[in-house]
């Protein structure tokens, strides 16, 4: 979860949300993401909401500690189910992220899954995932997942090079996320992700085809690549300042994504968002295509956001004044925004345009279809899709998404 938070207006006590964000629910699918704020150690590039146990130190006490997690993020489900009321939704994902989720006990984090199942029921082919960092986990910490009813797992590869990985400030060694997809499979886990990272710096063209060969080798049924982004404020980037480590630029990282979708595409991946690619339709994540498709999710953990019915909210970021809130019955919300529909058309072009099936051309505005034929002309929108109604991007589209968007919704 990033660690700003925008600004907005305040969140009830209760939680409760206005009756037009619970019109119409049941036509939606319903998500949870659960957030645990806990690593081991903070990553130089890291700009998420989470800490360390020296952060926690002396800050929020008993309140802040991983050890009770689990039950505080279970009083925020329950909570869930009192704002929704009578919502007849079972819930069709469900995915843990961090921070380091598996830093918890594997019986924590199905604890958690067994609240959202107590109180919501999940859909008989709910998508149950949580995120894992190679060094967390081991054969027994997998079949405990499985046994409990997680069936995918995303680990962060990130690289294949030990030089890249300590850039990164990434602890685990090379060939342990490999050993860690086999393991997974073993343990029963029908689908298995892999996160990569393009654009570090000292990175080289072939440090990053022999971290795309290690990840396809590994056999996951998908695979998510990512630029680099160096966030102020981040350790990285105050090496980068400093000149302790040289920044890669966007020419780099242009080549870095065609390289990844040649090596990928050639091994039976398919791109179905902009930074994702699953050998089948059933490998996509779904909970992610939840968002991407303005879906209903609640957000639990600090930090966490949220999105039912049009409106939006935060909760608070520490763990302990999310602890506090919880413990005192009030809601952990920091602040909510309600979208007005003109919000909710141009969400749904800045997200669906990067999936593969696009948006309709009936969301843009006369302005915005004008840009889009001339986003065909300039190659960047499929001439085909355009006649079909629809704009999707092309692969040098890909490359400059968020430039077509904005001339979309301009």
Same mark, same amino acid.
């Given at each position: 979860?990033?660690?700003?938070?925008?600004d907005?207006?305040?969140?009830?006590?209760?939680?409760?949300?206005?009756r037009?964000?619970?019109?119409?629910?049941a036509?939606?699918?319903?998500?949870?993401?659960?957030?645990?704020?806990?690593?081991?150690t903070?990553?130089?590039?890291?700009?998420?909401?989470?800490?360390?146990?020296?952060?926690?130190?002396?800050?929020?006490?008993?309140?802040?500690?991983?050890?009770?997690?689990?039950?505080?993020?279970?009083?925020?489900?329950?909570?869930?189910?009192?704002?929704?009321?009578?919502?007849?939704?079972?819930?069709?994902?469900?995915?843990?992220?961090?921070?380091?989720?598996?830093?918890?006990?594997?019986?924590?984090?199905?604890?958690?899954?067994?609240?959202?199942?107590?109180?919501?029921?999940?859909?008989?082919?709910?998508?149950?995932?949580?995120?894992?960092?190679?060094?967390?986990?081991?054969?027994?910490?997998?079949?405990?997942?499985?046994?409990?009813?997680?069936?995918?797992?995303?680990?962060?590869?990130?690289s294949?090079?030990?030089?890249?990985?300590?850039?990164?400030?990434?602890?685990?060694?090379?060939?342990?996320?490999?050993?860690?997809?086999?393991?997974?499979?073993?343990?029963?886990?029908?689908?298995?992700?892999?996160?990569?990272?393009?654009?570090?710096?000292?990175?080289?063209?072939?440090?990053?085809?022999?971290?795309?060969?290690?990840?396809?080798?590994?056999?996951?049924?998908?695979?998510?690549?990512?630029?680099?982004?160096?966030?102020?404020?981040?350790?990285?980037?105050?090496?980068?300042?400093?000149?302790?480590?040289?920044?890669?630029?966007?020419?780099?990282?242009?080549?870095?994504?065609?390289?990844?979708?040649?090596?990928?595409?050639?091994?039976?991946?398919?791109?179905?968002?902009?930074?994702?690619?699953?050998?089948?339709?059933?490998?996509?994540?779904?909970?992610?295509?939840?968002?991407?498709?303005?879906?209903?999710?609640?957000?639990?953990?600090?930090?966490?956001?949220?999105?039912?019915?049009?409106?939006?909210?935060?909760?608070?970021?520490?763990?302990?004044?999310?602890?506090?809130?919880?413990?005192?019955?009030?809601?952990?919300?920091? =602040?909510?925004?309600? &979208? !007005?529909? @003109?919000?909710?058309?141009?969400? +749904?072009?800045? %997200?669906? /345009? *990067?999936?593969?099936?696009?948006?309709?051309?009936?969301?843009?505005?006369?302005?915005?279809?004008v840009?889009?034929?001339?986003?065909? =002309?300039?190659?960047? &929108? !499929?001439? @085909?899709?355009?006649?079909?109604? +629809?704009a999707? %991007?092309? /692969? *040098?589209?890909?490359l400059?998404?968020?430039?077509?968007?904005?001339?979309?919704?301009?």
């Open positions: 979860m990033p660690s700003a938070l925008p907005g207006e305040p969140m009830p006590e209760t939680g409760a949300l206005p037009s964000a619970l019109t119409g629910g036509d939606r699918p319903l998500g949870f993401y659960l957030h645990v704020p806990y690593c081991a903070r990553c130089g590039y890291c700009d998420f909401n989470t800490y360390t146990a020296t952060e926690l130190r002396g800050s929020g006490g008993v309140l802040a500690s991983r050890d009770n997690y689990a039950q505080t993020l279970a009083d925020e489900i329950r909570l869930a189910r009192k704002v929704l009321g009578d919502d007849p939704r079972r819930v069709s994902t469900v995915f843990v992220g961090g921070g380091t989720p598996t830093l918890l006990a594997a019986e924590d984090l199905v604890r958690m899954l067994d609240t959202v199942r107590d109180a919501f029921g999940l859909a008989d082919d709910a998508e149950i995932t949580t995120e894992a960092n190679p060094e967390s986990v081991d054969p027994a910490y997998l079949e405990a997942l499985r046994a409990g009813g997680f069936n995918r797992i995303s680990f962060g590869m990130q294949a090079k030990q030089h890249v990985l300590k850039i990164l400030d990434r602890t685990h060694t090379p060939g342990r996320p490999e050993a860690c997809v086999a393991e997974a499979r073993a343990a029963g886990f029908e689908h298995v992700n892999l996160d990569l990272i393009y654009g570090t710096p000292g990175e080289t063209d072939t440090d990053w085809r022999q971290t795309l060969a290690a990840a396809v080798g590994a056999g996951p049924d998908h695979i998510s690549a990512y630029a680099l982004i160096v966030e102020e404020g981040t350790g990285l980037a105050r090496r980068i300042r400093r000149g302790e480590v040289p920044m890669t630029d966007d020419d780099e990282h242009a080549d870095r994504y065609l390289i990844a979708d040649e090596v990928l595409a050639g091994a039976g991946y398919h791109w179905y968002e902009v930074s994702n690619w699953a050998t089948s339709e059933a490998a996509r994540c779904l909970h992610n295509e939840l968002y991407w498709r303005g879906a209903d999710w609640w957000g639990a953990g600090p930090g966490a956001h949220s999105h039912v019915g049009g409106v939006r909210w935060w909760n608070v970021k520490h763990p302990g004044a999310y602890a506090a809130a919880l413990a005192s019955g009030r809601s952990p919300g920091a =602040g909510r925004e309600i &979208l !007005s529909a @003109e919000d909710r058309r141009i969400e +749904r072009i800045l %997200l669906e /345009l *990067r999936l593969s099936a696009g948006c309709e051309l009936s969301l843009l505005a006369p302005a915005g279809l840009a889009a034929r001339r986003a065909v =002309g300039d190659g960047l &929108l !499929s001439e @085909e899709a355009f006649e079909d109604g +629809r999707v %991007l092309t /692969l *040098r589209g890909r400059l998404a968020d430039a077509v968007v904005r001339d979309l919704v301009d």
